[in-house]
């Protein structure tokens, strides 16, 4: 009878703390892009130099075709959600301006 009392009770709780054990998976989405990256763009850079430089853009903008969006999302398994946002616009096939969550660089007006 005591064993009863003794096994019963540990039969319940053991389910329950191995819920806290569970491993979540992290979810990366588009485009990872470090700040080294960003350094590098100039302005009057071709498209084709910045899809060289940064990959394909995750968004291309429907009405202006000369805006590139490059998003990222980052979802940890346990812990704050990280999103950026790189918005480029070009002028005649020319990069002319950066804007979103990164910086232009001091050497961006120099040009190439």
């Avoid at 009863?4 to 485009?31: A, M, R």
């Avoid at 990872?32 to 590098?40: G, M, P």
């Amino acid at each position: 009878m005591q064993l009863k009392t003794l096994i019963l009770p540990l039969l319940f709780t053991l389910p329950l703390t191995g819920c806290s054990l569970v491993y979540k998976v992290d979810i990366p989405q588009g485009n990872y892009i470090e700040e080294k990256q960003v350094e590098q763009l100039r302005q009057g850079m071709s498209q084709e130099q910045v899809r060289f430089l940064l990959g394909n853009p995750m968004n291309l903008d429907t009405f202006n075709h000369d805006r590139w969006v490059y998003l990222y999302y980052f979802k940890p398994g346990r812990g704050e959600v990280e999103q950026k946002q790189l918005v480029l616009d070009f002028s005649n096939n020319a990069l002319i301006a950066i804007g979103g969550d990164y910086q232009a660089p001091a050497a961006f007006t120099q040009g190439l």
